[in-house]
């Protein structure tokens, strides 16, 4: 949803830009088990929004998809800014 909403991207489109970036198929990020264990894997955080101990959540995911994805997300942005970090 993010691509479709920032880069105005179509919803196949946004699929297929966010599979080649991940290294997957469109089967593959349609997949619920398999996208949790990409999350999961690189540390997106889990979808289920139930952290556990090596879970990452909040901005430190965000971080993380931002880097993946080649996007930028305002509230990382924004983090980045007050934080000194660029």
Do not use: H, W
């Not at 949803?1 to 991207?9: D, E, G, H, P, T």
């Not at 290294?23 to 990020?29: A, F, H, P, S």
């Not at 997949?31 to 690189?42: F, H, K, L, Q």
């Not at 901005?59 to 930028?72: D, R």
Request: aromatic share 6%; proline share 1%; hydrophobic share 40%.
């Amino acid at each position: 949803m993010r691509m479709q909403i920032s880069q105005k991207m179509r919803i196949k489109e946004a699929k297929q830009y966010v599979a080649d970036k991940l290294g997957l198929t469109l089967e593959e990020i349609c997949d619920v088990v398999t996208m949790s264990e990409v999350r999961e894997d690189r540390g997106f955080g889990l979808g289920n929004f139930e952290p556990y101990a090596e879970s990452n959540v909040g901005m430190e995911a965000k971080f993380k998809i931002a880097e993946a994805l080649g996007i930028k997300i305002n509230s990382v942005e924004r983090f980045k800014e007050r934080a000194g970090i660029k």
